[in-house]
């Protein structure tokens, strides 16, 4: 795959309409959400390849973040396959029943959500090889469904209507949106697009931007942009956006780790269409004997948003006590650009050691490593993306970076 202007290494100072490009762009936050779960669509076909490289006109970097900034899709559908993998731990299912403790879902005291909540669904994402159907008929009409195995979980916006069907459990969730046309901003990413607006927040003077060649994806000619960190100590390698020739949509994403190996986040489209989607696909009757849960319903509920038998806002107050955590105090940013850390301190409640904590300290620590510094000691939790320092004295320190630089950050501070 021969590079289309290979010497094409951008700046954010380079171009004037590079910067309103990128304004207009959604902006990238590493996925911490994706790590989410501490921290949010495409194990795709054999990388990024139908049959062979199609013979495009060359473009700039900034001709294509310009083309993607504009591209204005508002009828499609097809089909996107997504697949995670951050490299977390196996904790043997224990993992499982975090999640539902934190989202309030069944077995969690909060059974009031349901299977069928999207806040609670959409969450398998953030792991493992996903197969997703979706369709789009302007900014009121909007389809996603997640394929299991004999089962199907759809989310479904029509109008002011926003409705969620787990077919496996039967189970229903209904709200209302204002209205208005500006919807709410997705919690999980769901599709090459999602990621591709979030990355492209990261284009500033600490990256590199350049166009590396073309190729196919779902039948469609596409360009190829590459995204780099300039700097040393990310843990991001690169990200490689696949983007329509005709469209400037997005049709796949993939975030590779500096330490090499599979793509943490690989997502893409199999199939797509951009004629517009039948009206019926949009329409939703709840299943005769399906259990409806309203979305005022479960935001009323005293059990909605507890945490392993506590309530969030109750546990978040009481990091605001006396030497707790204040808005005033944290969290901070350390660094500038992709190694940019986020810091703060809890007050003194740090990791439990195996001595204070019993089995559940020595537990969490078995999962991270130890180190010393002169910040003193604690553990770093790694993944092949998002890293956590967590001192012994209650100081955090997180980002996309790797466990040296946090330990160089935790130092500086003192």
Same mark, same amino acid.
């Given at each position: ?23 207009r ?13 501490? *921290?949010a669509?495409?194990g ?12 495009l006109p060359k ?6 973040i ?41 077995g969690s ?36 469904s997640?394929?299991?195995n ?6 479904i916006?029509d109008?002011k ?14 709200s209302?949106?204002?209205?208005s046309?500006e ?8 599709t090459?697009k999602?990621?591709?607006d ?17 190729a196919q ?9 590459v ?6 100590g ?24 500096a ?13 797509v ?5 039948? *009206?019926s696909?949009?329409?939703?009757t709840p299943?005769k ?6 979305g005022?319903?479960?935001a ?5 948003g ?12 009481g ?11 944290g ?11 986020a ?20 537990f ?7 180190v ?8 770093v ?6 890293? *956590?320092?967590i ?24």
């Amino acid at each position: 795959m021969a590079p289309i202007d290979s010497d094409d290494n951008t700046t954010a100072g380079a171009d004037g309409d590079l910067r309103t490009g990128r304004r207009r762009a959604a902006r990238y936050v590493v996925p911490v959400t994706v790590m989410g779960v501490a *921290a949010a669509t495409i194990g795709l076909v054999p990388a990024l390849a139908d049959s062979g490289d199609p013979d495009l006109p060359k473009v700039t970097a900034e001709q294509l973040i310009e083309k993607i900034a504009k591209s204005d899709v508002q009828q499609l559908s097809g089909t996107v396959r997504i697949s995670t993998d951050l490299g977390l731990p196996d904790l043997g299912g224990l993992e499982s029943g975090l999640m539902s403790g934190m989202s309030g879902s069944p077995g969690s005291g909060g059974d009031e959500e349901g299977s069928a909540d999207p806040s609670v669904k959409l969450t398998e994402l953030v792991s493992g090889t996903h197969t997703l159907r979706v369709a789009a008929d302007g900014p009121d009409r909007q389809k996603l469904s997640l394929l299991e195995n004999a089962a199907e979980y759809s989310l479904i916006h029509d109008g002011k209507d926003v409705w969620g069907y787990d077919s496996k459990s039967n189970e229903v969730y209904h709200s209302t949106t204002s209205g208005s046309v500006e919807q709410p901003e997705q919690e999980v990413p769901a599709t090459p697009k999602d990621f591709a607006d979030q990355a492209l927040k990261a284009v500033d003077d600490t990256t590199s931007v350049t166009v590396d060649g073309t190729a196919q994806v779902a039948g469609r000619d596409a360009y190829r942009l590459v995204i780099k960190p300039k700097q040393s100590g990310s843990t991001v390698g690169a990200i490689s956006v696949a983007v329509d020739a005709g469209t400037g949509m997005p049709l796949k994403f993939t975030l590779t780790p500096a330490s090499g190996g599979a793509a943490v986040v690989d997502a893409g489209f199999t199939q797509v269409s951009f004629a517009k989607p039948d *009206a019926s696909t949009f329409d939703f009757t709840p299943p005769k004997g399906a259990k409806v849960t309203e979305g005022d319903e479960v935001a009323k509920a005293p059990e909605h948003g507890r945490v392993a038998g506590g309530d969030l806002a109750e546990e978040l107050d009481g990091l605001k006590e006396p030497g707790g955590l204040t808005e005033e105090d944290g969290p901070k940013v350390i660094g500038e650009g992709w190694n940019a850390i986020a810091a703060f301190d809890t007050g003194g409640q740090g990791l439990p050691t195996a001595s204070a904590g019993g089995d559940l300290g020595g537990f969490l620590g078995s999962f991270g490593d130890q180190v010393k510094g002169d910040f003193g000691s604690g553990t770093v939790f790694k993944t092949r993306l998002v890293n *956590a320092l967590i001192t012994d004295d209650g100081k955090v320190y997180a980002g996309a970076v790797t466990k040296d630089a946090l330990v160089k950050a935790a130092d500086a501070a003192q």
